[in-house]
């Protein structure tokens, strides 16, 4: 019997709130945080889903209530299944094409791990977003710059969890790390 049929309802939703907790640790340590990512079973599926799907409401979001002064848009020409494409799809090649490399290369991540690591690394962009949506009520037109530094810290935060946590992952240097992406 595995461990999934023997956990009773309630200790499912107390693992993943544990899992999605966990997930704001990994993102401010994620030297330890990563580690235990996997060596511990400290993530889920169900959390790393959960956070994917923040990813694609929060673009939505950021589509909707970003004043016009920052973000036109024009709805009736919107498709909304094309814009979660736009998150989901280079999501899911990234995955597979980082497994494929590092199944050649000998990298220690399984599909679902990279799948993880990947999704609570994209933690930093739900809150970017939460806070562009903020600012741009507050600046106007010519603070604009400061919304795109903002947008960039986080999404450079974002990065570095993503290196740092593949790095973990596979057991792989920077460099391996790095190569393994871009290729």
């Given at each position: 019997m595995?461990?999934?049929?023997k956990?009773?309802?309630?200790?499912?939703?107390?693992?993943l709130?544990?899992?999605?907790?966990?997930?704001?640790?990994?993102?401010?340590h994620?030297?330890?945080?990563?580690?235990?990512?996997?060596?511990e079973?400290?993530?889920?599926?169900?959390?790393?889903?959960?956070?994917?799907?923040?990813?694609?409401?929060?673009?939505?979001?950021?589509m909707?209530?970003?004043?016009?002064?920052?973000?036109?848009?024009?709805?009736p020409?919107?498709?909304i299944?094309?814009?979660?494409?736009?998150?989901?799809?280079?999501?899911?090649?990234?995955?597979?094409?980082?497994?494929?490399?590092?199944?050649?290369?000998e990298?220690?991540?399984?599909?679902?791990?990279?799948?993880?690591?990947?999704?609570?690394?994209?933690?930093?962009?739900?809150?970017?977003?939460?806070?562009?949506?903020?600012?741009?009520?507050?600046?106007?037109?010519?603070?604009?710059?400061?919304?795109?530094?903002?947008?960039?810290?986080?999404?450079l935060?974002?990065?570095v969890?993503?290196?740092?946590?593949?790095?973990?992952?596979?057991?792989?240097?920077?460099?391996?790390?790095?190569?393994?992406?871009?290729?």
């Amino acid at each position: 019997m595995t461990l999934a049929a023997k956990l009773t309802d309630k200790q499912k939703w107390q693992r993943l709130l544990s899992s999605l907790r966990y997930s704001l640790y990994v993102i401010f340590h994620p030297f330890d945080g990563f580690w235990d990512l996997s060596r511990e079973k400290r993530g889920s599926l169900g959390a790393a889903n959960i956070i994917v799907f923040l990813v694609l409401l929060v673009r939505l979001l950021s589509m909707q209530f970003t004043p016009f002064l920052f973000m036109n848009v024009y709805w009736p020409s919107v498709n909304i299944i094309q814009q979660c494409l736009a998150v989901l799809l280079p999501l899911l090649f990234f995955v597979a094409g980082n497994w494929g490399l590092t199944t050649l290369f000998e990298g220690k991540g399984t599909a679902k791990n990279i799948y993880i690591y990947t999704s609570y690394s994209l933690l930093p962009l739900i809150f970017s977003n939460y806070i562009y949506i903020a600012l741009s009520y507050v600046f106007s037109q010519s603070e604009a710059s400061f919304l795109s530094i903002i947008n960039a810290v986080f999404l450079l935060w974002a990065a570095v969890l993503l290196l740092k946590g593949l790095e973990i992952l596979h057991e792989y240097s920077l460099k391996q790390v790095i190569l393994s992406i871009i290729s």
